[in-house]
């Protein structure tokens, strides 16, 4: 199999995730946004693996990463809690206390 | 035991942070966790003394302390005879000297403080004794260094207390220096190894060229100077005994002063090659020791404080010990050491209880028959004396004949001569101190009366000791002290192809960690193949390229002739004090005729040793520098900051002002405002606190930096 699939198909969750990102209000949908990026990384590591027969580092790093990932949702849900707790709602622009 | 060694410091050093961070809870029971760590850690030592009676196996442990690119240090402990010997030394003196000071520090200021001290004195002796490198030997010695001076400036508010302790610290760095230097000039030709199994059997091989073992020695020897009090840098221990009593009977007499001598029997490979002390003669160690003893024993004479007699008598003592290892007679000089540890820590205390009864005075002076007052304190005292002077069968008749029998064995008859020398002073002085006290009438204000039980009985049990441990030597006993504490180390032949096998050794250096744990491994293997045992570097010599022997310091039989002259010396110096202070019959006014009155001042003036290194170099360096000092400082330093300040005054500052500071400095602050301000606002706008906008600045940012990259690639 072709590697351009695989990197089309990754830019394009990444671009997507990064749509979520950026204009979606609800703290959660951002995190999902978030971990698609992150899959879309993992993707490209995986199949540049696979690209190069024998290369086992990309494998190792996908796996690092879907851990850290977990462990980064973990801490994610729990701001986003706190959030909802202060503020009686998930939206990411009523969290403006920073503004200069 | 010997494997869990390293707990026997561990004990007395938890007990010092104990007492550190909790002594105002705890005030004076504070004193109890000293006497129960120590009791927990002679426990221990005597455990560990019969176990090493039983099996005798050398046990080594060691962990790794620090790694760096080129190799590794590794630190533990190192149980032989000479280390059990000295742990059971160490605790029960300390051991009785907390259980002592109960009384006689009852009271004081800094209580809390003096038994925290004590227990880390106790804590570093004990490390040291058990080191197996001479880097955790090092830092060891330098913290009873460190707890000496503590300790002797323990009443500092008195500022010749606080002098005293600076004297004995700043000599002390004097010979440190040389044995740091010694240390690092070891761990390199030993082949980059701070063990010193591995530096003895190095410098005994061959495979380290004699010049640099030379140095080497000499170097160590500057330390054992300074801190076993020989000639010249002795100087610190007399004025050491402004610290408390039983400090001066722990530190000053019985263990640290030892350290010196205990580190030559350690590395005394280095010693015995570096200083060739087989062929006989005359060595620079021998030579050290000698003088010592002959100079120390004759300053005594003409102290009229106790404690100051007691410290020479140390000093020549510990001359006797250096020269022991210096005419090879090993065994002689440690076994020296143990019995001295106990009477002499018996005499001071004897001191101490004898200052405690007549108001805090230690000049003779002011006591003179005590005998009838304070029959406890005569009867120890008096032991202390005789084993002192060396009288069978007390303690200290066994080892001084077996050194003197070592020199004369061993071919070094002016050794020989000045211990005979030393001997008859020994006794001589002595006897003036137990006559002057004890006999005649009493001459001070006080009501003597005997001290309490809790100080006599550690004094009484030191007595009781300074009886027996002689025997432990004696020729006819079953098993003696020479067969339990001995120096042995394995010697590889390398003589002759020295170039060729250094290089070869260097390039096995790291090889040689592993040889290491596998001779750990093979160690009973090694011990059952009973290698030949050698008594010199010439034998060494004469084995084949690569043999391996073990080598140890002869030992020699015990010899009728010397022992008779010793016992006969020793009594002929009582009889002359007997002569002159108990039955004054001597003339009046010996020391108003001269040869007698000049030797008198030379003695009284300490041979102007003193004078020499306070007035000649401490003064010498800081008299000149201070002024040179001062006069720059007035002069030069001074005058530039004038002149600066009057020229800016007078010429400067108006077109400072009124140019500089008005238009230049304030318009650059303001302009420096102004623009700040306008900055501020404009980037205000970015910081509107909106999380997704700061997002999208950071793609859009990132995404450029992607492009560029791309198209520069």
């Not at chain 2, 003895?200 to 330390?223: D, K, P």
């Not at chain 2, 040179?628 to 007078?650: E, F």
Request: charge should be negative.
């Amino acid at each position: 199999m072709a590697l351009n699939q695989f990197l089309l198909l990754s830019l394009f969750l990444f671009c997507t995730g990064v749509y979520g990102a950026l204009v979606r209000r609800s703290g959660v949908l951002v995190l999902m946004s978030i971990e698609l990026m992150l899959n879309a990384a993992n993707l490209n590591l995986v199949a540049f693996s696979a690209f190069y027969k024998g290369e086992l580092s990309g494998q190792v790093f996908a796996l690092f990463v879907i851990a850290i990932a977990a462990a980064e949702v973990g801490v994610g849900l729990a701001i986003v809690l706190l959030l909802y707790r202060n503020l009686s709602s998930a939206d990411l622009d009523r969290a403006d206390s920073m503004k200069g | 035991m010997a494997h869990w060694a390293f707990l026997i410091p561990l004990v007395p050093a938890v007990s010092y942070f104990v007492i550190l961070l909790f002594g105002k809870r705890f005030g004076e029971r504070c004193s109890y966790i000293g006497i129960a760590a120590l009791s927990a850690a002679w426990v221990m030592a005597a455990i560990n003394v019969y176990q090493w009676i039983d099996r005798r196996e050398i046990v080594r442990e060691s962990i790794e302390w620090f790694e760096w690119g080129g190799g590794s240090i590794r630190v533990g402990t190192h149980v032989d005879g000479l280390a059990t010997m000295m742990l059971f030394v160490v605790t029960s003196v300390s051991l009785l000297v907390h259980v002592y000071s109960l009384e006689y520090l009852r009271g004081d200021r800094r209580y809390t403080h003096y038994y925290a001290a004590l227990s880390l004195f106790s804590a570093s002796m004990l490390m040291l004794v058990i080191a197996d490198n001479t880097l955790a030997l090092l830092t060891s010695w330098e913290l009873v260094g460190l707890c000496s001076f503590m300790l002797i400036s323990h009443w500092w508010e008195d500022k010749d207390n606080s002098n005293a302790g600076l004297k004995a610290f700043i000599t002390n760095r004097v010979g440190d220096v040389g044995l740091i230097v010694g240390i690092i000039i070891l761990y390199f030709v030993a082949g980059k190894t701070f063990d010193i199994d591995t530096i003895n059997s190095a410098a005994l091989s061959g495979s380290i060229r004699h010049g640099t073992l030379l140095i080497a020695a000499v170097c160590l020897l500057a330390a054992v100077c300074s801190k076993s009090g020989q000639v010249p840098l002795h100087i610190w221990l007399p004025d050491a005994m402004a610290g408390p009593t039983p400090v001066s009977a722990l530190i000053h007499a019985a263990t640290m002063v030892v350290a010196g001598v205990y580190m030559v029997a350690r590395l005394y490979g280095v010693f015995f090659a570096g200083l060739s002390i087989d062929e006989g003669g005359m060595n620079l160690l021998a030579l050290v020791g000698g003088v010592t003893m002959v100079i120390g024993a004759s300053m005594a004479f003409v102290q009229n404080d106790i404690k100051r007699v007691l410290a020479y008598s140390t000093i020549s003592q510990l001359g006797y010990m250096v020269a022991a290892l210096g005419v090879g007679a090993w065994t002689g000089g440690v076994f020296h050491l143990f019995t001295h540890a106990f009477f002499k820590a018996c005499l001071f205390l004897g001191a101490g209880s004898l200052s405690h009864a007549c108001h805090h005075t230690f000049d003779m002076r002011e006591m003179g028959g005590l005998r009838k007052k304070m029959p406890t304190t005569f009867l120890t005292f008096t032991i202390g004396t005789l084993a002192l002077a060396g009288v069978p069968p007390l303690a200290g008749f066994w080892s001084k004949d077996e050194i003197l029998n070592g020199a004369r064995a061993n071919d070094f008859p002016i050794i020989m001569v000045l211990g005979f020398v030393a001997a008859i002073m020994t006794a001589a002085y002595m006897g003036r101190a137990l006559y002057l006290i004890f006999f005649g009438q009493y001459r001070g204000h006080a009501h003597p009366h005997e001290s309490p039980k809790v100080m006599m009985i550690p004094v009484s049990i030191l007595a009781g000791l300074a009886v027996v441990v002689g025997l432990l030597n004696a020729p006819f006993a079953d098993y003696r002290f020479g067969q339990w504490v001995k120096f042995e180390v394995e010697v590889e032949n390398r003589y002759g192809a020295a170039g060729e096998v250094a290089a070869a050794a260097e390039a096995e250096g790291e090889h040689a960690a592993e040889g290491e744990v596998v001779a750990e491994a093979e160690g009973e293997h090694a011990a059952e193949a009973e290698h030949v045992i050698v008594h010199s570097i010439t034998e060494i010599k004469e084995l084949a390229p690569g043999e391996v022997v073990l080598f140890e310091p002869e030992e020699h039989e015990f010899n009728i002739g010397v022992a008779g002259s010793s016992v006969a010396i020793g009594l002929v110096g009582l009889l002359i004090a007997t002569w002159i202070y108990l039955l004054r019959k001597a003339p009046k006014n010996l020391l108003l005729v001269n040869p007698f009155r000049a030797l008198y001042t030379l003695l009284l003036q300490k041979y102007y040793l003193d004078k020499l290194a306070v007035d000649g170099i401490a003064k010498g360096t800081a008299g000149p520098v201070a002024d040179g000092s001062y006069w720059v400082n007035q002069k030069i330093i001074d005058g530039a900051v004038n002149g600066v300040g009057v020229t800016t005054k007078k010429y400067l500052a108006p077109f400072a002002y009124e140019q500089l500071d008005q238009f230049v400095v304030d318009g650059l602050y303001n302009g420096l405002g102004e623009t700040t301000k306008g900055l501020g606002s404009a980037f205000r706008k970015l910081q509107n606190g909106r999380i997704q906008r700061y997002g999208l600045w950071l793609f859009f940012a990132v995404a450029i930096l992607g492009l560029v990259v791309a198209l520069l690639a």
